[in-house]
């Protein structure tokens, strides 16, 4: 058998989350290795409780469909497009492992739907039109789903680098945006604020988002960063209204004793208890 998150199984025919390993990184601008994070968040689980915080996990309907095929960008692409609109015409949700962050926009496009809101949770923009000729660059992905969703509708916390041209366009074309600083000195609260009121979210969580202390393991750290309970503040928020949710940029070689998977790991499992919790008080 092979080895699932927290061991649910290849298939299940009632399924309400489905996860999904997108093991892509060639759109990655600085260090490599994030293709290894699917499999390396399974493995962080094997010794992981599957009570999470009071909530048994092991029965829920859910299961682990493996990795989208990644032997070009191409294969990659067609693959996990195929994936998704499965998972998605199954009644589903899917949650998705990267790789980076170029798979966001990928996910957004094969659900099929421009009638929702995108969060993410990052220390970087990603707001460029194209990095080094690639459109598809990692930094481009909230660029890329502005097409889809429109700009208005994204909403980015966590925010501590950003270059000044895309910064610009991002505010002239209205992504809402709370920067790291702004919850340092205003609270979580302020992240609350901006979240959208209403409709379906897409979520999305790269890891960098977290303070290196909590989270090294990843391409492109930035100091000064959120807290672990404040991420899980902000996927408990949304969870009654999430249809589609990654977490992405954790890079094994790079980390520390395999502890950025761990917290990876953990973040996914705390939507799928917040997920049902919701479900079952409903």
Request: proline share 6%; hydrophobic share 40%.
């Amino acid at each position: 058998m092979k080895n699932t998150f927290l061991f649910f199984p290849e298939s299940h025919e009632d399924a309400k989350i489905s996860v999904l390993g997108a093991p892509y990184d060639l759109n990655s601008s600085a260090r490599y290795g994030s293709r290894l994070a699917p499999d390396s968040i399974r493995d962080a689980t094997f010794d992981m409780e599957t009570n999470f915080r009071g909530m048994e996990l092991q029965n829920l309907p859910v299961e682990d469909l493996g990795n989208v095929r990644a032997d070009n960008w191409r294969i990659f692409r067609e693959d996990l497009r195929r994936r998704v609109e499965d998972i998605v015409s199954r009644g589903s949700v899917p949650l998705i492992m990267g790789g980076d962050h170029s798979i966001t926009p990928e996910v957004i496009s094969s659900m099929g739907r421009n009638d929702i809101s995108v969060v993410a949770l990052d220390a970087h923009l990603d707001f460029d039109e194209s990095l080094n000729g690639n459109r598809m660059s990692h930094s481009t992905s909230r660029r890329r789903e502005s097409g889809m969703v429109g700009a208005e509708n994204i909403t980015i916390i966590g925010l501590r680098s950003w270059p000044t041209e895309s910064m610009e366009k991002a505010m002239e074309l209205g992504v809402n945006i709370v920067t790291a600083f702004d919850i340092m000195e205003k609270g979580l609260k302020r992240a609350a604020q901006s979240l959208p009121e209403r409709g379906d979210v897409y979520l999305t969580i790269d890891i960098d988002v977290l303070d290196p202390a909590y989270a090294p393991g990843t391409g492109t750290p930035e100091p000064m960063g959120m807290r672990p309970e404040q991420v899980m503040s902000i996927i408990d928020v949304l969870s009654p209204r999430i249809v589609g949710m990654d977490i992405v940029e954790i890079c094994p070689p790079v980390d520390i004793n395999g502890l950025t998977s761990f917290l990876g790991a953990h973040l996914m499992a705390e939507f799928i208890r917040s997920f049902f919790s919701e479900l079952s008080a409903h």
